[in-house]
């Protein structure tokens, strides 16, 4: 069955490039195309396609606009083509957290350069339009603002995340559950482009009362606090010369070649914490993590899986859950508050 396909972007050559590309697929249809976020919504209700590829800066009726409408009166896949640069990422960052299903780096010099990433963005659309659109809507978090009382011998010293599509929503489920004093620090690995990771810690920041940053060499790793990894490299963590758990990155590829990679924050974890470590896979295309889960289980720690009724993609929790190392398969809205249960 063929894929239908609306276009949105100001630019008529853009619009025509992207659709050429789109339709290399014989399992893809343009169906329409539009020039902002008011046409793209109007389009979306006569036309009804089965993934919305949009733009972000188009004048008055923008991307986040046409997002937040679409999401509200036609729910449908959207997926975000964009070049924003260094720009504000600010709204890419709540597109995502209204429901728009994942994002793709337009090349912003050359408008020819938009078929350096034909590849990819045919693979998110197909996948896209296997969505399960239920799982993109807006997520209402509610940060909990009571503390909790853990345990004194706590069983876990840390918690490692990993995520990639769908991530940003299901990272904010989570992180809102944990209380302003938990007692162990959480180490995130969120597949993202590099200039995207400080407006997404900043948004982060502003959910929880805990401490969260972007990691940074030699920044010692401290309960209470939330590590993202930057999108270009690959974190993980080490022991310094007076036993300190701190932060590092490494140049050594992984069997999942993604930035960054969960796989190598995760092994790096258990390397350090072994039996202490809580490891989680959240939604997510391919199955980086599930190595890092593997040597998580190798070194007696616990081990968690998104489940696939509330994953956005079904593909990383798949793989890790196949391997026969996770210990419990969980809904997102629950992983916070599992969490909690695990360390009291």
């Known amino acids: 069955m063929a894929i239908n396909v609306l276009v949105v972007d100001d630019s008529s050559v853009m619009r025509l490039l992207v659709s050429d590309i789109l339709q290399q697929n014989s399992n893809i249809n343009v169906v ?166 400080p407006s997404f810690v900043k948004r982060l920041d502003k959910m929880t009362p805990l401490n969260v940053v972007m990691g940074k060499k030699d920044m010692v790793v401290e309960k209470g606090s939330i590590y993202i990894s930057p999108g270009s490299r690959n974190m993980i963590v080490r022991k310094n010369e007076v036993n300190e758990v701190v932060i590092d990155f490494t140049t050594k590829r992984f069997k999942e070649f993604n930035f960054p990679s969960i796989d190598g924050l995760m092994e790096s974890v258990a390397s350090t914490y072994g039996r202490k470590t809580i490891g989680i896979v959240l939604t997510g295309m391919g199955r980086d993590g599930t190595e890092g889960i593997k040597r998580i289980k190798e070194m007696g720690g616990f081990t968690v899986a998104q489940d696939e009724a509330t994953s956005v993609v079904f593909g990383m929790p798949k793989e890790a859950i196949k391997s026969g190392k996770v210990d419990r398969v969980v809904p997102i809205h629950e992983v916070g508050n599992f969490v909690v249960s695990c360390l009291s």
């Open 32 to 197: 329409g195309t539009a020039a902002n976020g008011k046409e793209a919504l109007d389009k979306t209700l006569e036309l009804n396609p089965d993934v919305v590829v949009m733009d972000m800066i188009m004048g008055q009726y923008d991307g986040l606009y046409g997002v937040k409408q679409i999401m509200r009166k036609k729910p449908t896949p959207i997926l975000l083509l964009s070049s924003l640069g260094n720009t504000d990422l600010n709204p890419i960052i709540q597109a995502l957290q209204e429901g728009a299903f994942d994002y793709v780096n337009k090349p912003s010099k050359n408008n020819t350069r938009i078929r350096d990433i034909e590849q990819k963005l045919i693979r998110k659309v197909v996948i896209a339009s296997r969505t399960d659109i239920s799982k993109l809507g807006k997520s209402e978090v509610k940060p909990i603002t009571h503390d909790h009382t853990f345990s004194d011998n706590l069983p876990y010293e840390v918690v490692v995340i990993g995520s990639s599509t769908g991530g940003p929503s299901a990272l904010e489920a989570v992180i809102t559950k944990l209380p302003g004093n938990l007692v162990t620090p959480v180490l995130i690995a969120q597949h993202m482009p590099e200039n995207f990771v």
